[in-house]
């Protein structure tokens, strides 16, 4: 088997007595997409925040291509090549769908965009953000105020913004979250298209979505994984169906 991108190991999270995250192990294969689904207040949401560093596990360990991202603070895990989308939250409404893309690519070049004249920068910069649009579907979008994009498109556009980091992970926090069943239809296709090209990590409600998008599924029930597998596996996992998908097996 090829070398976890991400391996979280025995992560453990404790609010007073109660253990959020209890002894969480689970590796993310390089080119999968890899689903994390589970009942509400299973823990999913606390995984992503400890992935991330917005929240530190009391125990365990966090491996990022090979290396120990643990103790790690935010930015650094982001420059190291983890991206976290969907918050739409963090578009900015009056500026065009461009220049908020723009921005997140400057924001990870460093001094890879310092051109000596402003216009050649800006084209750069530019060109690296409509590559992205283009990734999502939005190209025909850039010149739009961010604020008068559709919901769907909204989200496309949170999705370009984190590519323009040039993610090794991409973790999609409820991508689906608010879409209505056209917008959701086209999001699965979007991300259908981004899987042969990312990593992906998702936690999404949407069971239909997560049957169609995953390679496998880890199942969260009150911050233990109780199974990893394949769609197939989880569909035909008696604890599973007992735990979860009987309350939604369509
Ligand atoms: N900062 C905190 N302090 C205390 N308890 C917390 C904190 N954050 C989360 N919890 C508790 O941990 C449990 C898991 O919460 P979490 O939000 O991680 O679950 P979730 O699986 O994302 O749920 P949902 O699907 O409803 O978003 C819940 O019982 C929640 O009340």
Do not use: C
Not at 24 to 45: M, Q, R, S
């Amino acid at each position: 088997m090829a070398e976890p991108l991400l391996r979280l190991d025995g992560l453990r999270k404790r609010y007073g007595g109660l253990a959020v995250t209890d002894g969480v192990t689970l590796d993310v294969l390089p080119g999968e997409i890899h689903a994390v689904i589970g009942p509400n207040g299973a823990g999913k949401t606390t995984l992503i925040h400890e992935i991330t560093g917005i929240v530190a596990p009391d125990e365990g360990r966090i491996l990022f291509a090979g290396a120990d991202i643990t103790r790690l603070s935010l930015p650094r895990r982001a420059r190291a090549g983890l991206a976290r989308s969907f918050q739409i939250t963090s578009i900015i409404a009056g500026f065009s769908v461009l220049e908020n893309v723009a921005l997140a690519v400057q924001a990870r070049s460093g001094s890879s965009f310092r051109f000596a004249w402003p216009a050649a920068r800006e084209r750069a910069l530019n060109d690296a953000a409509m590559e992205a649009l283009a990734e999502v579907g939005l190209a025909d979008r850039a010149a739009a105020t961010a604020g008068a994009l559709s919901h769907g498109e909204k989200r496309a556009l949170e999705l370009a913004i984190a590519l323009a980091t040039r993610p090794r992970l991409l973790l999609l926090d409820e991508p689906l979250a608010g879409a209505g069943p056209e917008e959701t239809e086209r999001l699965i296709a979007l991300l259908t298209r981004l899987k042969s090209a990312y990593t992906i990590l998702l936690v999404e409600h949407d069971m239909q979505a997560v049957f169609a998008l995953a390679d496998r599924i880890s199942v969260l029930v009150y911050g233990r994984i109780i199974a990893t597998g394949t769609v197939a596996e989880i569909r035909a996992n008696a604890e599973v169906r007992a735990a979860y998908l009987g309350e939604d097996d369509s």
